[in-house]
């Protein structure tokens, strides 16, 4: 039973640029959430996609934006990177119908420099 | 708004004994579910146990069991017999709980717990 994968898992990118970062949900899964961690701090969440749309999201800038595809992976992009953005990107998935006891079950991250 | 406070940075334990990481939560909802997780230096994030905020029952999962107290709105993780392999980061979460699509999670600061031989 395959669980959440994110690729890739280091990325070092400069000023100005952008990124995409992947995530494949946990097998039996279709929504899938994007958080931002930085060092030492909890996450924060970015956005949640389910039915290939964007259902919900947090205070975070146009810059950052997603896509759902039919198989349920997602990608997360982020255009002009700030030094700010350096962080560990986590993608979870769940199930929609589930029961809110069910938690949501998280990649390993991907860890994003920005020089 | 929805808000999680934990307020230890860092805690030492010594392998075998008991430990409780304090969480505090706030939140205007009137039913919300409660999450613990653990994250190891590797980064992943590795659920614990859940409490939902209308469960009579503190939850107990193998030797985690949260301190529930809705009145004072806390819901602290109790760890038992410390192993070395405990030494992580530990989160305290929050969601809301409504119809639909899973809500997001709202996360603290955590708290650095080292299990000392």
């Known amino acids: 039973d395959a669980g959440v994968t994110q690729s890739p898992t280091h990325l070092i990118k400069t000023r100005g640029q952008q990124v995409t970062l992947r995530c494949s949900p946990k097998s039996g899964h279709d929504t899938v959430s994007w958080y931002q961690q930085a060092l030492g701090q909890g996450p924060q969440f970015i956005f949640q996609?389910?039915?290939?749309?964007?259902?919900q999201r947090g205070n975070f800038p146009d810059r950052f934006s997603g896509h759902q595809f039919p198989n349920y992976s997602s990608e997360l992009n982020v255009n002009a990177l700030l030094l700010g953005d350096s962080a560990l990107y986590l993608c979870a998935s769940s199930l929609a119908s589930g029961y809110s006891n069910q938690p949501q079950h998280f990649g390993d991250g991907t860890r994003l420099s920005i020089l | 708004a929805q808000k999680i406070t934990q307020t230890q940075p860092g805690m030492f334990v010594q392998e075998k004994e008991a430990v409780t990481l304090d969480c505090t939560y706030d939140t205007s909802d009137q039913s919300y579910g409660l999450f613990w997780y653990k994250q190891p230096s590797s980064g992943e994030m590795i659920f614990l146990i859940y409490?939902?905020?209308?469960?009579?029952q503190n939850a107990t999962e193998g030797r985690y069991s949260l301190n529930f107290q809705k009145a004072r709105k806390s819901a602290n993780l109790v760890i038992s017999a410390s192993q070395l392999g405990d030494s992580a980061m530990y989160f305290c979460?929050?969601?809301?709980?409504?119809?639909?699509?899973?809500?997001?999670?709202?996360f603290g600061t955590g708290t650095l717990l080292a299990v000392q031989p």
């Open positions: 979460a929050m969601t809301p709980v409504r119809s639909g699509a899973t809500n997001k999670l709202i």
């Open positions: 409490q939902g905020s209308y469960d009579e």
């Open positions: 996609y389910y039915e290939e749309e964007e259902r």
